[in-house]
């Protein structure tokens, strides 16, 4: 059921009512459609809205798409990278991690930018592709192991990875879902403001569902002191790179926010 309804539109800020008409609103058109409160207009309305959009204008989709294209290409290629990695330990800071740690949390910093830039559904569905094609590499490996007589090193390299993936596969789902999710809820709270604490926040809560799920689940075993300290010092390490990676999620969002005002200045030109 609608129960909002659009009144005038001004200088890109949306006046609006509730159902009942006792209470008028402004806000601007990128901050309704952000916060999903756009589905709460009847269909007539989220057109006149979208058209008044900055960054979700119809007339800047394709410019959005290689965008999304651009940053999700980025979010798998680092997981894809960083998996068949992470069995191999390295030590850095005095501690022991897994061999990917410079390249995995930079999935986390991608969809991160994805929830700055567009909006929680794009991020969510960067989630399911990111599961999915870890999902379609362990099965495609298990079936060609199945199928063909691989043995030697092919088999100790590649045969791991019908593991790796689907344990991964479980992580993405969770603790990425879980980065989306507390962003999205900051972004409501806070919006066009407060980046960092974002970006910080989910990530503190979506990496420690990722640390706990893939290490128990690699290591398969109960838990003991060994494995919470494994958990304590790559939980420990991924925040504080995390928060290296904060001035990298500024500049992305800098350069789309960019790539968005001259789009709508070249457009002003034209319609002149």
Same mark, same amino acid.
């Given at each position: ?87 191999? $330990? ?6 022991? *991690?897994? +061999?990917?740690?410079? %390249?995995?949390? &930079?999935? @986390? ?89 974002? $970006? ?6 979506? *990496?420690? +569902?990722?640390?706990? %799920?893939?290490? &128990?689940? @690699? ?54």
């Amino acid at each position: 059921m609608r129960q909002l309804k659009l009144v005038m539109v001004k200088d890109e800020k949306v006046h609006y009512t509730n159902e009942s008409g006792s209470l008028t609103i402004s806000e601007d058109a990128d901050a309704l459609i952000d916060k999903e409160l756009i589905k709460l207009f009847d269909k007539k309305d989220r057109t006149t809205i979208r058209g008044v959009s900055r960054r979700h204008n119809p007339r800047n989709e394709l410019q959005r798409m290689k965008w999304y294209g651009f940053i999700t290409a980025l979010y798998i290629g680092f997981l894809l990278i960083a998996i068949p990695m992470s069995p191999h $330990t390295i030590k850095i800071l005095g501690t022991y *991690q897994p +061999a990917g740690i410079l %390249i995995f949390p &930079l999935t @986390f910093a991608m969809l991160d930018v994805i929830n700055a830039t567009l909006r929680y559904e794009y991020a969510k569905t960067t989630v399911y592709i990111g599961a999915s094609i870890c999902a379609l590499a362990s099965l495609m490996i298990y079936i060609s192991f199945n199928v063909l007589n691989i043995g030697g090193e092919y088999y100790n390299v590649f045969h791991p990875l019908i593991k790796l993936y689907l344990i991964n596969m479980l992580c993405v789902l969770t603790s990425d879902q879980l980065n989306n999710f507390v962003f999205r809820k900051l972004n409501d709270k806070f919006y066009n403001k407060k980046l960092w604490l974002k $970006t910080l926040a989910s990530s503190v809560v979506g *990496q420690i +569902a990722y640390t706990i %799920i893939w290490i &128990l689940a @690699f290591f398969n075993t109960a838990a003991n002191a060994t494995l919470i300290q494994k958990i304590i010092d790559n939980y420990s390490f991924k925040i504080g790179y995390a928060v290296v990676l904060i001035p990298v999620t500024y500049l992305l969002v800098y350069i789309f926010n960019t790539m968005v005002d001259k789009n709508l200045s070249a457009q002003t030109t034209q319609e002149n």
